[in-house]
């Protein structure tokens, strides 16, 4: 029994990680299927091989049947966002202190660019997602790492000390990845809170990136960063983007704590200039009625980690991996492989499985690569058949 049905019941929920047959999503277009030559298994960028979630499929078509593609207005997705918060985590949103943006990134843009001017030190933990380094620097801050514990925990007073000494220096935000991407770190209740009292007792301010959220299973507990920020100084951002895989039809919200209200409130007009009308209404309806599919999904996940640990201890007992519950990525440590600080491009030059390089995501991450999960059975089973193979060639 998987953790989500001790928690929600046994019923057996429809896996949309077992709908797609490899055939299928070979003929995608997007990024995942067309970046590498054919012979080679894609489990790398953060796509997902499922059909839509029926809901969503259904609030496109319809809006292409009646060319409602002009451009996105109002607070639905913020009201339909808030019913899932409300529904998953009994978090109460204040559909007031939401703005929609385009995407996640843009607005973790924005939101760095509120609470903070140039030059500004922006905190992360790494092994993280590689574009908060491109994107804070791309603003004009400076990145600051400070890296989670070998155990993939936030470092708490490694983080104060850092607050610390940055702030001597001008000011400091800290961009938080919660759920963690790439470990599948769910950061608890307790870690938020004390994270965010240390914050303003320094004068930092934190964005949480929580895009990854839906993904974490009924078990791992995941704590809305602005529900457990007793300063109410927090903004989060947050998206269907990564849960019902609407890569391809962007939308997310920025959300303020009350204390951060001010900071929503000067968000400038053009910073919603390009949100996609599309894109929010298949967010909305993610969030409205995907439920469903999404316990399926987080089902099947499970059922995908317990694979992946049984055929690694069986062909490639020496890559080691922390368990997780969230997001549908798996954090490989393969030091122990002897490919050196890239395990990912030997395995994708001997192997054709195409995994992402881990010293991307952060120094911490030498050695190590990332593996999605989010496919079907047999291509997972195939893709540790041709990394256990990589190693004999
Ligand atoms: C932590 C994190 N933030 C943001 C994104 C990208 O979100 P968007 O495409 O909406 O900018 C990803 C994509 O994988 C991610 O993992």
């Known amino acids: 029994m998987t953790p989500h049905e001790r928690e929600q019941g046994t019923r057996t929920r429809p896996d949309p990680l077992g709908d797609v047959r490899i055939g299928q999503v070979r ?45 996105a207005h109002g607070d639905d997705l913020a009201r339909a966002f808030a019913g899932f918060a409300r529904r998953r985590w009994g978090w109460e949103v204040d559909v007031a202190r939401t703005a929609l943006v385009p995407d996640v990134m843009t607005g973790v843009v924005e939101a760095l660019r509120l609470v903070s001017g140039p030059g500004a030190a922006v905190v992360v933990n790494t092994p993280v997602y590689p574009p908060f380094r491109a994107f804070a620097e791309r603003s004009g801050r400076r990145v600051v790492d400070v890296p989670l514990t070998a155990a993939g925990r936030l470092d708490l007073p490694a983080l104060e000390a850092a607050y610390a000494r940055e702030r001597a220096r001008g000011e400091v935000v ?72 609407l890569a391809g039809v962007p939308a997310a919200l920025l959300l303020a704590g009350p204390a951060a209200a001010g900071d929503l409130a000067r968000l400038p007009e053009e910073a919603g200039h390009g949100v996609a009308h599309l894109g929010v209404l298949a967010h909305a309806a993610a969030f409205r009625a995907g439920g469903e599919w999404l316990d399926g999904l987080l089902d099947g996940l499970a059922r995908r980690r317990a694979l992946l640990d049984a055929l690694l201890a069986e062909h490639l007992p020496a890559v080691r991996r922390a368990p997780s519950r969230a997001t549908y990525l798996a954090w490989l440590d393969c030091r122990d492989l002897g490919l050196g600080d890239d395990p990912a491009r030997v395995l994708l030059e001997r192997g054709r499985v195409a995994l992402s390089a881990g010293h991307e995501f952060g120094p911490a991450g030498r050695g190590f690569a990332r593996l999605n999960l989010a496919t079907g059975e047999d291509v997972l089973t195939e893709a540790v058949r041709r990394m256990a193979a990589a190693l004999d060639g």
């Open 174 to 245: 800290h961009l938080l990845c919660s759920p963690q991407n790439p470990t599948g770190t769910v950061h608890t209740a307790a870690e938020l809170t004390a994270l965010a009292e240390l914050a303003a007792a320094r004068g930092v301010r934190v964005v949480a990136d929580e895009v990854h959220a839906p993904l974490a299973d009924a078990a791992a507990g995941f704590a809305p960063y602005l529900a457990h920020d007793p300063t109410g100084l927090g903004t989060a951002l947050t998206s269907a983007s990564k849960g019902w895989n």
């Open 27 to 71: 003929s995608r277009t997007s990024l995942k299927w067309r970046f590498h030559p054919p012979d080679v298994l894609p489990l790398w960028v953060a796509e997902m091989d499922v059909l839509l979630a029926a809901p969503v499929a259904a609030a496109l078509h319809d809006a292409v049947t009646r060319g409602d593609t002009g451009y």
